[in-house]
């Protein structure tokens, strides 16, 4: 139940991620459009190209654990015997949820301190650059978790996009 929870999450993130990548398409051509065609640059599109750049790389991240994706030490692993493997196994996917918590937490501490603060371009608060690392962080211990528990009970885990 908690792997088909964390799919759907998975899954989710990379339709938001998918849309995301439609967005900083839509705004990068009106900012070509407008430079180009209508002489009047529109400055607010670089702004929301940049934001959804990074609300899109840590959709991708989170992904990119939840399906191993991430940098491990397997070449050292497949040297190991298989009882120390899956105690290797357990530890790297124990540190990168361990990373995931410091990045939740100090993005989220991050958000909150320049909340008030206003990117001129878009109106909006600057601590919206921080909400997607902190989202990414949440998910990447949920995921870690997922990995854990999946490595405890000898199973492989599904990836997102079957």
């Known amino acids: 139940m908690y792997?088909?929870?964390c799919r759907a999450l998975a899954r989710a993130c990379m339709v938001l991620?998918?849309?995301?990548?439609?967005?900083?398409?839509?705004?990068?051509?009106w900012q070509v459009f407008g430079r180009y065609i209508l002489n009047s640059t529109p400055t607010w599109a670089e702004s929301l190209a940049l934001l959804m750049v990074l609300y899109v790389t840590m959709f991708g991240v989170a992904v990119g654990v939840r399906d191993a994706g991430h940098i491990g030490l397997e070449s050292l692993l497949v040297l190991a015997p298989p009882r120390l493997r899956l105690?290797?196994?357990?530890?790297?996917?124990?540190?990168?949820?361990?990373?995931?918590?410091a990045m939740a937490w100090n993005c989220a501490y991050l958000a909150e301190s320049v909340w008030s603060y206003r990117l001129p371009t878009l109106f909006i608060s600057e601590g919206w650059k921080y909400v997607p690392p902190s989202f990414a962080g949440v998910l990447i211990v949920l995921f870690s978790i997922e990995h854990i528990l999946a490595l405890a009970q000898g199973r492989e885990l599904e990836p997102s996009w079957t």
């Open 3 to 5: 792997s088909r929870f």
């Open 17 to 29: 991620g998918i849309v995301g990548l439609v967005a900083v398409i839509c705004a990068v051509s």
């Open 87 to 101: 105690k290797l196994e357990m530890l790297i996917h124990g540190l990168v949820g361990l990373f995931g918590a």
